[in-house]
């Protein structure tokens, strides 16, 4: 019996040749966007996880920036949820596409209620949001580019206060800029509506999260109703 989006109850482990998964001797752009689609999946899954998870002190060189009760630095959650901003603009692009192939038009109509909504919806989503997450993509998604440093400076709020810290002893200097995340944030509001600051983060942060919600679900009915099975029983 399917359970949540079609897929069976319980864990399962399958494989299968590559080659003969995404159809690569038949060079079809739904197969392509489907690896796509894969791909992208993971690097949000682990964009989202290192944004929330613990972190590890010998990894994270960061981790005394702002430490939250979580465990997790705000510059880190910050860097990692930019990184996600990138992800979700490439989900767009990449949903752009396919919905247009045969295939994903056949899966779409043969699949039960519940998942076509979640594939409609998500269509419909990045759709109407293309422009705002193409624009929050561009403030600092990627690497934090002369434009966005010029808007950051020149939008600072008159009241943001940030910290700078230098650390000496007899082998080496550390210095930790605590302001760094105000900086993303001021950046991150440029070109997103709303009247001040904090209300357009606010408004481009509900945004990428209900992003989120989309682009995992059409991945997973993905898996459910087409990709599972071509991997061997």
Known sequence: MRGYHGLMHGSRIRSGNL???????????????LAQLSVLYEDLRIELFSMNGSRDAALDAVESLDEEESGVGK?????????????????????K???????????????????????????FFFSKNSGLLKTVRN????????????HAVEALD??????????????????????AGELVATAFARGVDGKTNPEKIQNAIRT??????????????MLADYLIDRFGK
């Open 97 to 123: 596409h396919l919905k247009k192939t045969p295939e994903f038009i056949a899966i779409r109509n043969s699949t039960i209620e519940e998942n076509r909504k979640v594939l409609d919806d998500a269509v």
């Open 139 to 150: 403030n600092t998604g990627g690497h934090f580019g002369i434009k966005s440093a010029l």
């Open 19 to 33: 080659r003969k998964v995404f159809n690569s001797d038949l060079r079809r752009a739904f197969d392509a966007h």
């Open 208 to 221: 990428v999260a209900e992003a989120y919600k989309h682009a995992t679900g059409i991945a997973q009915v």
């Open 158 to 179: 008159a009241s943001a206060v940030g910290r700078i810290e230098l650390q000496v002893d007899e082998h080496r200097a550390n210095v930790k800029l605590h302001y």
């Open 75 to 95: 510059y880190r959650r910050h860097y990692y949820l930019r990184r996600s901003f990138a992800t979700i603009r490439e989900f767009a692009e990449c949903i």
